[in-house]
């Protein structure tokens, strides 16, 4: 080439959670059934859509204005209906024009980054969901900057930590929660969300709050969005269709922007994403065309309701398998639909393994783990053994060695089965 065209942050685009299937696919290549635990997608798990919802996308598919183009900041009815439901609340108000639809929040995450100031970084929590941790990373052309959530406090944020490296590191502009959080189920408690916003307040930052799993809330506390307690600081919060109608196809999710006006850096910003918006013409209509219909029927309370139930159960009835498990720490989530766990400080190494009776596989396996994190490496051989292809943590950026499975899966036996099987597992390398 004449010229270097790689982007200065082009090594920094990784996403674990599908590249694990490449490996997963040769598996199933030589005989291996795979148990697909790695994706957050219900409907791929076998969930079923109520028929009422999919008769609201019938009807809103029937109109032809549902074919057409959409206004660059989306809907305006969708956009109406949200600020309208969020102004009900007593809590910061917003318009409908401070709403802007994307194409999936995965569109959103990237927008956001792409079009900050190259040297403005927005930390994040650790383990990082690695859609915003790569977007971030690789819009500095650096390292993502994370602080950390403490598996021995039931993943609850180190605001020392926290405050610390945004005392000391003046590039940071904003921070980023992910409430409830992805990969470790945890929902920031209000006391916690207070903490932040009182360093966001100190150091004059804006706040992103991706609240895809908003709805899907089943601990002890409450979920509190942070536009509820935001006060005066700029903040982002990040919605979608993917996991709670679940539409994960449909790829729609929005940004609500609240405090745009108090800080005119800021509204310049929020400026700036709405003219990439424009540059893209906007977002898929038919999504934000059903969305008022579905958010407004009596049913979808109840529907979201017994969903986070289901996964409520399978959490109570992971934690009961995996709570006194010696080697690993495996705090409950309260919230969103995955299941993290931590292996004790020290406790891995290269030299262990899993049985693996097909010669062929095991000769596979061997080569293949050469050189791997040593939480991908058991991902490796648990999946050679059992066929449960999970997620290792540090494909969250994480320094902690564990995995993330999944409480998709709707059939109780099946997930016990699956449970059971990661402690085997678990048990077998950690004394092999
Ligand atoms: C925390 C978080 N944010 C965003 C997304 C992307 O969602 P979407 O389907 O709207 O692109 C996911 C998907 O798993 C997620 O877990």
């Known amino acids: 080439m004449r010229n270097n065209i ?53 009807e809103t598919v029937a109109d032809d204005k549902s074919f057409g183009y959409s206004p ?18 007593g809590a910061v108000p917003i318009a409908s024009d401070d709403i802007l639809f994307f194409n999936g929040l995965g569109d959103a995450i990237s927008i956001i980054y792409t079009y900050l100031n190259r040297g403005a970084r927005v930390i994040g929590p650790n383990p990082a969901y690695p859609t915003h941790s790569s ?69 004059d930052l804006f706040l992103i709050s991706d609240e895809i799993y908003a709805n899907i809330v089943y601990g002890d506390a409450p979920m509190v969005s942070l536009y509820e307690v935001a006060g005066n600081v700029p903040t982002i919060v990040m919605r979608g ?39 893209e013409v906007c977002s898929t209509t038919l999504p934000q065309r059903v969305l008022p219909k579905i958010f407004s029927d009596t049913r979808y309370h109840d529907h979201l309701r017994n969903q986070s139930l289901q996964y409520k159960h399978r959490a109570d009835a992971a934690y009961a398998i995996l709570r006194d498990m010696p080697g690993v720490l495996a705090p409950k989530p309260a919230g969103a639909f995955y299941y993290s766990v931590v292996f004790d400080d020290c406790i891995l190494s290269n030299r262990q393994t899993l049985a693996i009776a097909d010669k062929k596989i095991a000769l596979f396996i061997e080569g293949a783990v050469a050189g791997l994190p040593l939480d991908k490496r058991f991902v ?17 950026n994480s320094e902690l060695a564990g995995f993330r499975f999944t409480l998709l899966e709707p059939d109780d036996a099946i997930f016990e089965h699956t449970v059971r099987t990661l402690m085997e597992k678990i048990k077998e390398y950690l004394h092999s």
């Open 241 to 279: 269709l993917s996991k709670e109608i679940p539409w994960p196809g449909s790829r729609c999710g929005w940004i609500e922007v609240y405090n745009r006006e108090r800080d005119p850096v800021f509204a310049r910003y929020v400026k700036t994403l709405v003219d990439a918006k424009m540059l």
């Open 72 to 89: 660059t900041k989306g809907v305006l009815e969708a956009r109406e209906f949200i600020s309208k439901m969020r102004n009900g609340t």
């Open 135 to 203: 977007a971030e990373a690789a819009h500095a052309g650096l390292h993502h900057l994370s602080y950390n959530l403490n598996p021995h406090r039931n993943w609850l944020p180190d605001l020392d930590d926290l405050r610390n490296k945004v005392k000391y590191n003046p590039s940071i502009s904003g921070i980023l929660i992910i409430n409830p959080d992805n990969p470790t189920g945890m929902v920031y408690p209000k006391k916690v969300l207070e903490e932040i916003i009182a360093i966001a307040n100190e150091y």
């Open 380 to 396: 490796y051989y648990l999946m050679a053994s059992s066929g449960i292809c999970v997620v290792p943590l540090s494909g969250f």
């Open 6 to 58: 790689i982007h200065a942050g082009a090594d920094e685009l990784t996403y674990e959670i599908r590249e694990i299937v490449e490996f997963g696919e040769k598996l199933r290549a030589m005989g291996v059934p795979i148990v697909w635990e790695n994706i957050g997608d219900p409907v791929a798990k076998g969930h079923l859509v109520p028929e009422w919802i999919k008769d609201a996308v019938r």
